[in-house]
């Protein structure tokens, strides 16, 4: 089902009400076209009633430029951990968002609540009424918006972070709008059904609109994966804003309560040879990082359990990544991955791009657009409007690693070590 505004009510409501706060509406917006629509989901029986009701529903929102669609293929902007779609079009100090600006350069965006969070709702009386969880406010200060702020932080990166407008903390006008943007989360409840939700939700939305590039911030990456892996053909490419992770853990406890049994995902994904009781995912450590205060190093597949991910070989995967997020000393453990699976993946960490002081959240910090117009390069490459930028020489990384033998059936995309 479609609902479409007219262009005169869609200019109206961008007049009055721009983004999370109604203290800063300076930037520019551009006109567009807006449809809604539901994917996925089906109807299930309500505890209680005994009736049915119809869940497991993701809402999208179609944005199309009214001066005209200037690429061809369009962008699907996936939030993770309790944010909605609100976190792609305005910044919580009113600033341009991503998606925004994208539509500002031609694209046409499709804009998605996840399943079980803000508009896509959760049914307590099918679901369960414990199913959500919310993300408190001193652990948003924590992991994403003041990181500097705390001693004794478990990543030694968080000290450097410099761009998140405002104090970052309870009080700030910046910061009360950011928090108050976030939504119950089924997926912090239960990670496999959400994530087998938002595939079958995110399958039947390619299916109705084709070829698409997805990009998705933090655990949404989780959700790229599996609808990569369901629909190949009609994926793109996949650029990843902070890739959950690393393999097989969560360091954190931040990024859901299972312990990723299937590498990147706690879903199941397809592997060539197959995964099964016969034939289980072993893995254990690789070397150990030389940096003390970063996470642990690496789970990767024993040689005996190596195998490839076979329906992501033909998909481009860019995987951006901030200086002081809590993801960074451990991002390159998603690389390896990837790689050792036949991935084709590139990695930016932004410092070795002229982005410093990032965290977690820099599509909305004070540098956003930059990184925006930094990342349109690859994504528009993928649409043959521009040619994607080459890693830059001589990088180096918040890491130090050992070489790693790869299995001689597959050429490693990037490499990750240091120079």
Not at 108 to 128: E, F, K, L, Q
């Amino acid at each position: 089902m479609f609902a479409l505004c007219s262009i005169a009510a869609c200019l109206l409501a961008v007049s009055v009400v721009k983004g999370f706060p109604l203290y800063n509406t300076t930037d520019p917006e551009s006109p567009y076209q807006r449809d809604i629509l539901w994917v996925g989901g089906d109807y299930q029986g309500d505890n209680t009633t005994g009736q049915h009701n119809y869940v497991g529903q993701m809402y999208v929102e179609k944005l199309t430029p009214v001066a005209g669609v200037t690429h061809p293929i369009p962008l699907v902007f996936i939030s993770g951990g309790g944010q909605t779609g609100a976190l792609w079009l305005n910044t919580p100090d009113g600033r341009t968002g991503w998606a925004t600006w994208y539509l500002q350069q031609g694209y046409s965006v499709y804009i998605v609540d996840p399943t079980y969070s803000g508009r896509s709702a959760y049914d307590n009386a099918v679901n369960g009424a414990s199913g959500q969880n919310v993300i408190h406010a001193e652990t948003i200060e924590k992991y994403y918006t003041a990181t500097a702020s705390f001693s004794n932080q478990s990543w030694a990166q968080a000290v450097n972070q410099t761009q998140w407008p405002g104090t970052g903390k309870m009080g700030d006008p910046t910061f009360d709008t950011f928090a108050a943007s976030f939504s119950q989360d089924g997926a912090l409840y239960n990670t496999v059904a959400e994530e087998l939700a938002m595939q079958k939700a995110g399958a039947a939305l390619l299916d109705r609109i084709g070829n698409v590039i997805l990009v998705c911030h933090g655990l949404a990456s989780v959700h790229a994966y599996l609808i990569a892996d369901a629909r190949p053909q009609l994926v793109e490419g996949i650029t990843l804003l902070e890739s959950a992770g690393p393999p097989f853990e969560d360091p954190t406890g931040l990024q859901g309560q299972n312990p990723r049994p299937y590498g990147l995902t706690d879903a199941p994904i397809t592997y060539n040879p197959p995964v099964s009781d016969a034939s289980p995912l072993n893995f254990s450590r690789t070397d150990q990082n030389d940096n003390s205060t970063s996470f642990s190093s690496c789970l990767h597949l024993d040689n005996s359990s190596r195998r490839n991910l076979t329906n992501l070989h033909n998909i481009p995967i860019l995987i951006v990544t901030g200086e002081a997020s809590f993801l960074a000393p451990s991002e390159h453990c998603n690389i390896e991955y990837l790689n050792r699976a036949g991935v084709n993946v590139t990695w930016w960490y932004l410092p070795n791009h002229g982005y410093n002081g990032n965290g977690y959240y820099f599509p909305i910090e004070m540098n956003n657009l930059g990184i925006a117009n930094l990342t349109e390069k690859w994504i528009g490459g993928l649409s043959g409007t521009y040619n994607p930028l080459e890693p830059t020489p001589n990088q180096t990384y918040p890491f130090t690693t050992k070489a790693v033998s790869m299995p001689t059936s597959i050429s490693p995309a990037v490499t990750t070590s240091n120079t």
